[in-house]
């Protein structure tokens, strides 16, 4: 399954134009708040769980960020 994956992934790149940016970017921007909630949620499971969720908050902050119109 790994090997894969790999695969799809190193098609998509190398197939990779403006389009594929623009949507990655666009789709950034349109589901950050939803992002976002779902990081603190997953803040929240880690902390639960005894572990510093860190990276989950860094990437809740920087999805705030983007909701709140950051680009």
């Known amino acids: 399954m790994e090997e894969e994956i790999r695969k799809e992934i190193a098609q998509s790149l190398k197939e990779a134009d403006e389009n594929l940016v623009g949507r990655l970017l666009e789709g950034s921007w349109k589901h950050a708040q939803r992002r976002h909630e779902e990081m603190l949620a997953a803040a ?16 809740a902050a920087w999805l705030l960020r983007l909701a709140e ?3």
Not at 47 to 55: C, D
């Open 69 to 71: 119109g950051g680009r």
């Open 44 to 59: 929240r499971l880690l902390e639960e769980a005894g572990l510093e969720p860190l990276m989950a908050r860094a990437a």
